[in-house]
């Protein structure tokens, strides 16, 4: 059973450019968390998504910053016009069964280590 | 900050001896979960514990938690080198259990 997956694992963009940042839960899970990770820093929650439904974007910025979770292919996180401070490590989790299940052991992806020059 | 302390931020030991991490936090919880992380990868899950629970072992690893203090603990028992790595308590909230609130974490370096 493949674990989550996240791609590109490392992306380099100009500032002003777009970045979009790719999850593929693991098999059978159907929520996906998105966290951002700030150098020697803990995770800090961004969003928490169901098929096509957002269901808690507290943590994601108003500006720029947008997630979806089709039907059918993997959940994105997308950045309109990065600028420096965007540069961070991405991370996302899944878990079987999100609210329903009450207390759910997320797990995570490897991460996708973002550099805006 | 409802995200809580963990301490020591930076823990260097010899390979063999045990190895405790402490994590406080200020908000009522529903669960707290344990993660490491080894420089630049990915979280890897090591215990959930509930918050109407005391304690967990899993293998060489035994969390301890105490809601009164709201305090938790990670005990890591006959340390190896391989267990170099930062390790982060996260903390569901009651809530909102989805939206864990991480630490900044422990550094652990064990010298072999």
């Known amino acids: 059973n493949a674990g989550v997956m996240q791609n590109p694992r490392h992306l380099v963009r100009r500032r002003g450019q777009e970045a979009r940042l790719r999850c593929s839960p693991m098999k059978g899970h159907s929520h996906v968390y998105w966290y951002r990770q700030l150098p020697e820093e803990g995770l800090k929650f961004m969003v928490y998504?169901?098929?096509?439904?957002?269901?808690?974007e507290s943590g994601m910025p108003k500006e720029r910053f947008s997630a979806e979770f089709p039907k059918e292919g993997p959940s994105i996180l997308r950045i309109q016009q990065v600028v420096r401070g965007d540069s961070a490590a991405y991370f996302c989790a899944s878990s079987p069964q999100g609210l329903a299940g009450g207390t759910d052991t997320q797990y995570f992806g490897p991460g996708t280590r973002l550099t805006v020059l | 900050s409802q995200q809580g302390e963990e301490d020591p931020q930076a823990l260097s030991i010899q390979e063999g001896e045990n190895a405790t991490m402490n994590c406080s936090y200020k908000?009522?919880?529903?669960?707290l979960q344990w993660y490491r992380q080894n420089s630049g990868r990915g979280l890897v899950h090591l215990i959930l514990?509930?918050?109407?629970?005391r304690e967990k072992h899993s293998g060489r690893l035994r969390v301890t938690l105490d809601t009164s203090k709201k305090s938790s603990s990670l005990l890591i028992t006959a340390s190896r080198a391989a267990d170099t790595a930062s390790y982060f308590c996260?903390?569901?909230?009651?809530?909102?259990?989805?939206?864990?609130?991480f630490g900044s974490g422990t550094r652990l370096l064990v010298r072999p």
């Open positions: 998504l169901q098929k096509e439904n957002i269901i808690d």
């Open positions: 908000t009522s919880i529903n669960n």
């Open positions: 996260a903390r569901g909230r009651m809530d909102s259990s989805y939206k864990l609130i």
């Open positions: 514990i509930r918050s109407n629970e």
